[in-house]
């Protein structure tokens, strides 16, 4: 069974905003902490946020104070709330587990273009 399905990708101007979900098996979502992963052209992955079972939240410094990521227990979802685009954000976003990673799966493509 997929263990990560990533949706809400597309195309968005400069400054503008989307909102990715990430569904999540119930195991994993209730025990483990889950990031929002992206990789640009050329560019090797890097992780933009997590979020603990419990609630707890990071997030990489280019993206402090655009993007949140949220979860909810009734959906099994992470979010991620992407505010303020810019070009350099354009990448396909993954999530996964953080600590012990799963298969990559297909993610979800940003484009961030006028």
């Known amino acids: 069974q997929v263990q990560f399905v990533e949706s809400g990708g597309g195309l968005a101007q400069p400054g503008g905003s989307l909102r990715l979900s990430c569904a999540v098996s119930?195991?994993?979502?209730?025990?483990?902490?889950v990031g929002w992963y992206r990789q640009a052209t050329g560019k090797q992955r890097e992780l933009v946020a997590t979020?603990?079972?419990?609630?707890?939240?990071y997030y990489t410094d280019s993206v402090k104070g655009r993007f949140t990521i949220s979860r909810d227990n009734a959906k099994n979802t992470v979010y991620l709330q992407m505010n303020n685009l810019k070009p350099e954000d354009t990448a396909v976003y993954y999530c996964?587990?953080?600590?012990?990673?799963?298969?990559w799966g297909q993610g979800t493509q940003v484009t961030v273009s006028s």
């Open positions: 996964n587990k953080y600590v012990t990673p799963n298969i």
């Open positions: 979020i603990a079972s419990g609630g707890s939240t």
């Open positions: 119930r195991i994993i979502f209730s025990i483990d902490t």
